[in-house]
């Protein structure tokens, strides 16, 4: 039985992966075909003239993501868009953040779309799969790290933490946002405060937005500031 492999599209999606942990088996320009074979490769136009063959994506094992004491992930509570996903994970990897945790039912993986819309980040940032979110956060926690779980209306804002030592940052699905039991497995749950008229900002730009703060508490802890 031939193994089986994937397909990922994009210029810098391509270029990371030759750079990545998985193999490229194969890898086909517009000097070898045309955009229309291009596109049926890629099973999208959005290729920028390259498509790659291969392997498949390497999930991580969801207990070493927190392995270092100052480790933070984001992890994510059935986030379904994977151009979100991908843009999700494409700012975790720029912070600093040592993983990413998904779930592995109604939710999106890392496919084709998701690795062109984090310009090729997946390809470097460790995400792991998991069955029961809550469960996890629960491992998490075990394992010395603080979980703050995102969510518009609650009582405290992001900006009274320190975000010290472990911690991890779980956002809810476009639409729902957490589940109640996600939320309720989470240390505290903390709002992003707006002024605008658009009253929340989408998963992506939230997550965001909370990496990099944790991305800075931790840049000022080791510089002693």
């Given at each position: 039985?031939?193994?089986?492999?994937?397909?990922?599209?994009?210029?810098?999606?391509?270029?990371?992966?030759?750079?990545?942990r998985r193999a490229v088996h194969r890898i086909w320009?517009?000097?070898?075909?045309?955009?229309?074979?291009?596109t049926r490769l890629a099973g999208s136009p959005d290729?920028?003239?390259?498509?790659?063959?291969?392997?498949?994506?390497?999930?991580?094992?969801?207990?070493?993501?927190?392995?270092?004491?100052?480790?933070?992930?984001?992890?994510?509570?059935?986030?379904?868009?994977?151009?979100?996903?991908?843009?999700?994970?494409?700012?975790?990897?720029?912070?600093?953040?040592?993983?990413?945790?998904?779930?592995?039912?109604?939710?999106?993986?890392?496919?084709?779309?998701?690795?062109?819309?984090?310009?090729?980040?997946?390809?470097?940032?460790?995400?792991?799969?998991?069955?029961?979110?809550?469960?996890?956060?629960?491992?998490?926690?075990?394992?010395?790290?603080?979980?703050?779980?995102?969510?518009?209306?609650?009582?405290?804002s992001y900006l009274t933490l320190d975000f010290d030592?472990?911690?991890?940052?779980?956002?809810?699905?476009?639409?729902?946002?957490?589940?109640?039991?996600?939320?309720?497995?989470?240390?505290?749950?903390?709002?992003?405060?707006?002024?605008?008229?658009?009253?929340?900002?989408?998963?992506?730009?939230?997550?965001?937005?909370?990496?990099?703060?944790?991305?800075?508490?931790?840049?000022?802890?080791?510089?002693?500031?």
């Amino acid at each position: 039985m031939a193994p089986s492999r994937d397909r990922i599209y994009g210029r810098n999606p391509v270029a990371e992966a030759k750079r990545g942990r998985r193999a490229v088996h194969r890898i086909w320009t517009s000097a070898d075909a045309s955009a229309d074979e291009l596109t049926r490769l890629a099973g999208s136009p959005d290729h920028q003239g390259i498509v790659a063959e291969v392997d498949p994506y390497p999930y991580a094992d969801p207990t070493s993501l927190l392995a270092a004491s100052d480790a933070f992930v984001v992890a994510l509570d059935q986030v379904q868009d994977p151009r979100n996903l991908g843009a999700i994970c494409r700012s975790a990897e720029a912070a600093g953040a040592a993983g990413a945790v998904i779930c592995d039912r109604r939710a999106a993986a890392v496919t084709a779309a998701a690795c062109k819309a984090s310009a090729g980040a997946v390809e470097h940032l460790p995400i792991a799969r998991v069955r029961n979110l809550a469960d996890w956060i629960g491992t998490a926690k075990e394992a010395g790290a603080w979980v703050y779980g995102a969510a518009g209306d609650a009582s405290q804002s992001y900006l009274t933490l320190d975000f010290d030592g472990r911690v991890v940052i779980v956002l809810g699905g476009e639409g729902g946002g957490l589940r109640r039991r996600v939320a309720g497995a989470c240390d505290e749950l903390v709002a992003i405060p707006t002024t605008g008229r658009v009253g929340s900002l989408n998963v992506a730009a939230a997550a965001t937005l909370l990496l990099f703060a944790v991305a800075e508490a931790h840049s000022r802890a080791e510089s002693g500031g």
